[in-house]
T-cell receptor
Framework: AQKVTQAQTEISVVEKEDVTLDCVYE???????LFWYKQPPSGELVFLIR??????QNEISGRYSWNFQKSTSSFNFTITASQVVDSAVYFC?????????????FGTGTRLKVLA | DVKVTQSSRYLVKRTGEKVFLECVQD?????MFWYRQDPGLGLRLIYF???????EKGDIPEGYSVSREKKERFSLILESASTNQTSMYLC?????????????FGAGSRLTVL
């Protein structure tokens, strides 16, 4: 079965703190992709990153970094030196093939509040 | 800039009314999706379409139908709105048949059914 679990419902941090958002997945596929999306208060989900299951190297983009570990089926997202603008709901997603195309399973999201 | 446009940001309807939520994308994407977002439940797939006039049920299709007469437009229909359909509805699109394709989302339509 395909499943994405984001156990952290809500996290509050003070500005400049580091914060890690957890994502654990289940899939029967041997090759797959994983995604992170950000939903700011405006409501529109915005793509952040995708990773291929072949590539377990950590990825860093500015203050954002992602740690992908197949052994623990996790794809965690860390924000370094958080800022108020990072306040949003963050979703982890896993696509899988069915009925002619790829469906995307989303986690329940983690709401991040960064306090000034 | 690529875009998915949802016709209404906020709607208020009465129980039993027929509701149309429209979604248009300008990216020539093959795939379009309708999700519903509720607190604590994340995004749940209602219907999706991988081609014109094609539609597939998602995880929670009951009480909804869809229409895709043109490639760029995917409509979600609530035949007889009920209060438990009060929610945020998100439309998304993607290209091709490839697990790496990024979903592009609209801004969402917040529906309240009284």
């Amino acid at each position: 079965a395909q499943k994405v679990t984001q156990a952290q419902t809500e996290i509050s941090v003070v500005e400049k703190e580091d914060v890690t958002l957890d994502c654990v997945y289940e899939t029967r596929d041997t090759t797959y992709y994983l995604f992170w999306y950000k939903q700011p208060p405006s409501g529109e989900l915005v793509f952040l990153i995708r990773r291929n299951s072949f590539d377990e190297q950590n990825e860093i983009s500015g203050r954002y970094s992602w740690n992908f570990q197949k052994s623990t089926s996790s794809f965690n997202f860390t924000i370094t030196a958080s800022q108020v603008v990072d306040s949003a709901v963050y979703f982890c997603a896993l696509p899988f093939f069915t009925s002619g195309t790829y469906k995307y399973i989303f986690g329940t999201g983690t709401r991040l509040k960064v306090l000034a | 800039d690529v875009k998915v446009t949802q016709s209404s940001r906020y709607l208020v309807k009465r129980t039993g009314e027929k509701v149309f939520l429209e979604c248009v994308q300008d990216m020539d994407h093959e795939n379009m999706f309708w999700y519903r977002q509720d607190p604590g439940l994340g995004l749940r797939l209602i219907y999706f379409s991988y081609d014109v006039k094609m539609k597939e049920k998602g995880d929670i299709p009951e009480g909804y139908s869809v229409s895709r007469e043109k490639k760029e437009r995917f409509s979600l229909i609530l035949e007889s709105a009920s209060t438990n359909q009060t929610s945020m509805y998100l439309c998304a699109s993607s290209s091709g048949v490839f697990g790496a394709n990024v979903l592009t989302f609209g801004a969402g339509s917040r529906l309240t059914v009284l």
